[in-house]
């Protein structure tokens, strides 16, 4: 199985004959090729024409982002799976007003799904988000009245707000409050934290995207415009409660991270190398935990489960199946 490889260091990536090596001031480490399917950059790292010419032949996707974990963007090689077909019937689904709305409510609903899955395994477990609760169903409530994308879009927000605000009575911690939802710069730890595993679920949809028929410029919750990606906004809606998240409150409430392990810079908090090497293992283990996918009947990871959807969303645009959201079951 392929895997992703994570640079935190400053240096330069190279090709050596058959394969690429990191150069950096611990010395070289060698990248086997035929087991990369991306590479998350962190660090300040130079790049030439061979290296790129070569992760492109060999189909790996380069993710940056800079100091303070923002992403900033990614070398998407040439897509050797784009389909033609597939790309019109995209194009058809988002000009048609009626097939671009029922689309991202499907996103937004599973999202709200998720979201709640989230919240009820704390209740179960003795934390107060009933309330909580209540406010998110009477938001999702009015998915099926909405108009247009705007007020889809505000009402996912809305619900996002008070499913953050319910981390702070699961984590009970003076470090960790929410208060608002804030980013480009975000100004406290736990926004820091989400706008971190955020840009990383970004990043991994936009990888696996890469492996199907679907282009990755054509989104329908988010909008198709100026910005070079879209389509993976939309599907990392359904998976960052039940990945990202689940991971946030584990590593916070076991104290695996801490308000010790960030820096205040002029643009903002930054998480310590060493506690974002441990959250970035934390969201690949999450990724490759396995579990029982009732149709196929066998258990599959959560990174297969990304690809699965992808796979619901084009049988959806080719109309021989209508696409339902994943939702966790635990």
């Given amino acids: 199985m392929r895997r992703t490889i994570y640079i935190f260091s400053d240096g330069v990536l190279k090709r050596r004959a058959n394969t690429i090596y990191f150069e950096g001031d611990s010395g070289k480490k060698y990248i086997p090729v035929e087991n990369t399917n991306e590479i998350m950059i962190f660090g300040e790292v130079d790049i030439n024409k061979r290296f790129l010419e070569f992760v492109t032949q060999s189909e790996i996707i380069l993710h940056f982002f800079n100091r303070y974990e923002y992403y900033v963007g990614s070398y998407y090689p040439r897509e050797h799976l784009n389909s033609g077909y597939m790309i019109l019937r995209q194009a058809a689904h988002y000009l048609d007003a009626v097939k671009r709305q029922k689309l991202a409510a499907k996103f937004v609903k599973g999202a709200f799904k998720n979201l709640k899955n989230v919240l009820r395994y704390y209740i179960t477990r003795g934390k107060d988000l009933s309330e909580i609760m209540e406010k998110i169903q009477a938001l999702e409530d009015k998915v099926v009245d909405c108009e247009d994308i705007g007020q889809l879009m505000a009402i996912e927000g809305n619900a996002r707000e008070y499913y953050y605000k319910g981390f702070d009575r699961i984590l009970e911690t003076p470090d960790f409050t929410f208060e608002a ?132 969303i084009q049988k959806h645009l080719m109309e021989e199946k209508e696409y339902q959201p994943f939702v966790a079951r635990w």
């Fill in 181 to 312: 939802r804030t980013r480009r710069p975000p100004t406290n730890k736990l926004n820091s934290l989400i706008s971190f595993g955020n840009s990383l679920m970004y990043a991994i949809c936009l990888s696996e995207i890469y492996k199907t028929h679907l282009d990755p410029r054509m989104g329908f919750l988010h909008a198709t415009n100026f910005r070079r990606f879209s389509l993976n906004l939309d599907v990392a809606e359904i998976f960052k409660p039940i990945i990202v998240d689940r991971v946030i409150l584990k590593m916070v409430g076991k104290k695996m991270i801490t308000g010790d392990d960030f820096d205040r810079g002029a643009a903002g908090l930054q998480l310590r190398e060493k506690a974002m090497k441990l959250f970035v293992k934390e969201i690949e283990e999450k990724l490759a935990t396995t579990v029982k996918h009732r149709a196929l009947g066998r258990s599959v990871s959560y990174r297969r489960l990304i690809r699965l959807e992808l796979y619901k």
